[in-house]
């Protein structure tokens, strides 16, 4: 694994060696951290650019209302999405301490207990998607065809909403047990294939909106058939060798199993649903600025995404690692982990912010094509807001991965809400009505980042979270 020449992993490791040789973090936590985290963000970059993919696929094949009624459909993807995500957070955090305990039965009802979970999660989704989809949609649109193709496309994705959260705890299950590489490669292998088969799909079958839905359904089941593969007999043709094995003939309805999952997970899914949720009431607002400003905060968040996929590896890792010191009962180490990871990761979001902001013009331009289109001069100041913003998220994040480890999931949750909600969102309402103006919208930027860095880190900084630890490590659930 180490051994592999991928220019992501050299990036992370390069700025961690640095690092090291400054004093500032270990050389041996870097490499670690670095196996773990760099899979993870080939994952989501992988993830994000097939995601954008797709939306130029429909575009060029059916017009602008596919693309309108796909993105829309977007949120509703997301909140179901966040439900897989908030069970996958109590999984790594179960299997995390008990990979680093070696406890392999407890570990194994973690992650059948984390299945039934999501399933029993996800179904409900499934059958209003399923039902209503026209009308969610019409929520969000009044152009009649929009809201046609945006209902084509969300009854027929519904489908893989339950395959999609198999897939996250598939993954956290890997990421749990020290293996984040093959994660990598079956789901970035899974949006790769995904990208494929809409190609042939929308354009070769002429299916367009219904084939991208397709698509997406096809490669969940397939990448949720490799993991359950995996996960079963230990190994994968293509992916190697499972570090875990679990029995699918076991128990899974664990009922002190089921409410640790949840007491972990439902404030996962929560801060989730925060980015999702916030969408809806930032684009009504956006509306009085203008089309060129939404564009051009389009534009911004999609840079600011892509900047924010370090985080994807390093949340993981830090939540995996401090998981298995404290698992063993290593408190110190794990505190040790957890402080050099958010240096790391910091310092990783500061380089690859740096190169952005001092060439925010022409990655704006690529978005638009033309350097002297209206939404140029609004979204260059916004993407270098963004560039700062997201620095402050190598914090939140790096923070929020030890608490995530420990089952103390509910501090991250009210952080994120309460910088989104509480001051990100009112901060671009004031600028609607006040003469702030686009001023309030680039101060939400940074309130976005900033009030949940500063309070994940003064959580993290207390060491209340290993306490909190102590009630879902292997010693407990033996006790109970």
């Avoid at 985290?37 to 650019?49: E, I, K, Q």
């Avoid at 294939?193 to 190609?199: F, L, Q, W």
């Avoid at 089309?291 to 905060?297: E, G, H, K, L, P």
């Avoid at 807001?385 to 480890?405: H, T």
Wanted: hydrophobic letters at 55%; a neutral charge; one cysteine or more.
């Amino acid at each position: 694994m180490s051994s592999v020449p991928n220019p992501v992993r050299l990036v992370i490791l390069a700025v961690g060696l640095l690092l090291a040789r400054l004093g500032v973090v270990t050389e041996a936590r870097v490499r670690r951290t670095t196996e773990l985290a760099w899979p993870r963000v080939v994952t989501g970059l992988a993830r994000m650019s097939k995601n954008a993919v797709d939306v130029a696929m429909v575009g060029l094949a059916v017009g602008s209302a596919a693309i309108a009624g796909v993105g829309i459909a977007g949120p509703f993807w997301g909140l179901a999405f966040s439900v897989g995500g908030g069970v996958a957070g109590g999984t790594i955090a179960l299997v995390s301490q008990r990979y680093g305990a070696g406890a392999d039965e407890a570990l194994g009802l973690a992650v059948r207990s984390s299945v039934l979970l999501v399933v029993v999660a996800t179904l409900p989704v499934v059958a209003v998607f399923r039902a209503f989809p026209a009308a969610l949609i019409g929520l969000l649109s009044s152009d009649p065809e929009t809201v046609r193709l945006g209902g084509a496309y969300l009854r027929v994705v519904a489908l893989g909403v339950p395959f999609a959260g198999l897939n996250l705890i598939g993954s956290r299950v890997l990421v749990g047990a020290d293996d984040a590489y093959t994660a990598m490669v079956l789901r970035a292998g899974g949006a790769v294939a995904n990208v494929g088969i809409n190609a042939v799909l929308i354009f070769g079958a002429g299916m367009g909106v219904e084939g991208a839905a397709v698509g997406t359904v096809v490669s969940n089941v397939v990448v949720a058939a490799a993991f359950a593969t995996g996960l079963t007999v230990g190994r994968v043709p293509g992916a190697g060798e499972f570090p875990v094995t679990v029995d699918p003939f076991g128990r899974y309805a664990d009922r002190s199993t089921l409410a640790d999952l949840v007491a972990i997970g439902l404030p996962v899914m929560g801060r989730n649903l925060v980015w999702t949720v916030a969408e809806f009431p930032m684009f009504a607002i956006l509306d009085v600025f203008g089309r060129d400003v939404v564009s051009a905060f389009v534009i911004a968040r999609r840079v600011f995404g892509l900047l924010n996929t370090p985080g994807w590896g390093f949340g993981l890792a830090s939540s995996s690692l401090v998981g298995q010191e404290l698992g063993t009962g290593e408190e110190g180490a794990a505190a040790a982990f957890g402080r050099e990871i958010i240096r790391f990761s910091t310092a990783v979001y500061a380089v690859l912010a740096a190169a952005v902001f001092l060439l925010a013009e022409p990655v704006v331009v690529l978005f638009v094509g033309d350097p002297a289109a209206p939404e140029v001069p609004v979204a260059v100041p916004l993407v270098r807001m963004a560039c700062i913003a997201v620095v402050l998220q190598g914090v939140s994040g790096g923070a929020a991965g030890p608490l995530d480890a420990a089952g103390d999931t509910r501090w991250p949750f009210a952080s994120q809400a309460l910088g989104m909600f509480g001051v990100s969102i009112p901060l671009v309402y004031l600028g609607s009505v006040t003469p702030l103006g686009i001023y309030g919208l680039y101060l939400a930027f940074l309130a976005e980042t900033s009030v949940p860095a500063a309070l994940n880190y003064y959580r993290f900084r207390s060491g209340v979270w290993k306490r909190v630890s102590r009630a879902y490590r292997p010693e407990a659930v033996a006790d109970d």
